[in-house]
């Protein structure tokens, strides 16, 4: 395996690509036995996912393959379906709870939950963390939560962060997802120590890019000044990561999926990072600790490079995909709104919110479950009505991408027939597309995090 590292940051910017709709796995199955052990270089082991079924189970959001997804999709459907009052098909719920291991962890999918996991069972922190998230907020599940809470614990990185798969380099996305998980869990994560004693929030701010060099030799040299503020995937091949940067933006604040709204009258400015004499929040002084004001600046930082890299009219980020640099991405701006509405930034959301009302129709349908629940939280984030989002019902066309719901506080019309049927992808990027156009990019297209407005303590 060790002859294969040279192939592995490949592997893990397809990982990157994918992570979005939960299916980093996918892309790393896809590259082939030569690089799927590079994929995992960092790994002690690298077992397959398992097969799906023929059928897929009638509890389960989307059509589409869940190998890599299920549990990821099923649980943002279900918690953006509580967000807006409606009340989950209760099988679906279950279906959830049932793909838990024994030791709480959840993998992406489980096709016969009556079988117990071993030690070939791919546990990924990404879908225990978004379970964890959907299955506290529904109540009911407190067992599930506690254990899935104590295996995220279990398998905490030295630096304070995590990886999507226990055994690798901890990188600001996991990390992220896990601060939210363990507030949503009822721990306070600043709390939650590393056996070297770092916490999440320290694990988290060492990605931000910033005005000095990193210490450790972990970044080669200071941020550029267009990129202060930024945070990376990973510190390996550090580069400026919207989609980390959206989803840290958030977890530096404490928050996870569902954030407290933040309306056009919410005009807290963005700071940008404020290098003097070459030092800023990222550093953590001397002792390498970090406290709430760093947290919170380090957030600001983040939302005022995400404004900083909308489109000439400040409407949309753009895509980083080889080949496509030049359109949209719907995905990501989505996720930047519900970080700008995170930091209280409510005014400066209004553009992307209102260019996603116009453009995000499309992109939803052929995303599925997923893409519908990251619009349900963008919609909420803002004050905004997600049963009327540019002509678009969201709850309604997330209803029928799965179990008819037990109830709801606000019915809404029922959508186009086919908006169960005619996804393209359950997640937000085509993964088929992701292969055929290259794997060798180093920058994400992300999912994001948000959550109940926390203030954090470092």
Excluded at 244 to 267: I, S
Excluded at 365 to 381: I, M, T
């Amino acid at each position: 395996m060790a002859s294969m590292a040279p192939q592995a940051p490949l592997a893990r910017s397809a990982a990157v690509l994918a992570r979005r709709a939960g299916t980093a796995l996918a892309v790393a199955a896809l590259l082939g036995a030569a690089a799927a052990p590079a994929a995992f270089a960092d790994s002690p082991a690298a077992p397959a996912p398992a097969p799906s079924p023929k059928k897929l189970p009638d509890a389960l959001y989307g059509t589409k393959d869940p190998q890599y997804d299920g549990v990821w999709r099923q649980s943002l459907a279900l918690l953006a379906q509580h967000t807006v009052g409606v009340r989950p098909a209760t099988p679906a719920v279950s279906w959830l709870a049932g793909q838990q291991c024994a030791d709480g962890a959840f993998t992406a999918f489980r096709a016969d939950p009556g079988t117990a996991c071993d030690a070939k069972t791919l546990r990924d922190t990404n879908q225990t963390a978004a379970a964890v998230q959907a299955l506290a907020a529904l109540g009911g599940h407190s067992d599930v939560v506690k254990k899935a809470v104590s295996w995220l614990k279990s398998v905490q990185n030295d630096d304070g962060g995590w990886s999507s798969m226990p055994g690798s380099d901890s990188d600001a996305n996991s990390t992220s997802l896990a601060i939210a998980a363990l507030a949503a869990g009822g721990e306070k994560p600043e709390n939650v120590q590393s056996k070297k004693g770092k916490s999440p929030y320290q694990g988290l701010l060492t990605f931000q890019l910033g005005c000095a060099a990193a210490k450790d030799g972990d970044q080669q040299e200071a941020a550029k000044p267009d990129e202060r503020g930024a945070f990376t995937f990973q510190l390996k091949g550090a580069a400026p990561n919207t989609d980390a940067t959206a989803a840290a933006a958030t977890g530096a604040l404490g928050d996870g999926f569902v954030v407290e709204p933040a309306g056009k009258d919410a005009k807290e400015p963005v700071r940008p990072l404020n290098c003097k004499d070459g030092k800023d929040s990222a550093e953590g002084g001397d002792s390498g600790k970090r406290t709430a004001e760093d947290a919170e600046r380090a957030a600001d930082a983040a939302s005022a490079y995400l404004v900083d890299r909308l489109d000439e009219n400040g409407q949309h980020l753009q895509s980083a995909m080889p080949g496509a640099e030049k359109q949209p991405d719907v995905g990501n701006t989505a996720d930047a709104v519900v970080a700008l509405a995170a930091g209280s930034h409510g005014a400066a959301a209004q553009q992307p919110l209102k260019w996603l009302q116009k453009n995000s129709a499309d992109w939803a349908k052929d995303g599925g479950p997923a893409a519908y629940a990251q619009l349900v939280f963008a919609a909420h984030a803002t004050g905004t009505d997600p049963r009327s989002f540019g002509g678009t019902d969201l709850v309604a066309a997330l209803n029928a991408t799965g179990p008819e719901p037990a109830g709801s506080s606000a019915p809404s019309a029922a959508p186009g027939k086919d908006a169960k049927d005619s996804e393209d992808s359950d997640g937000t990027i085509n993964v088929w597309w992701i292969i055929g156009i290259g794997l060798a990019l180093g920058a994400g297209a992300g999912f994001l995090l948000s959550g109940r407005r926390k203030k954090s303590r470092l």
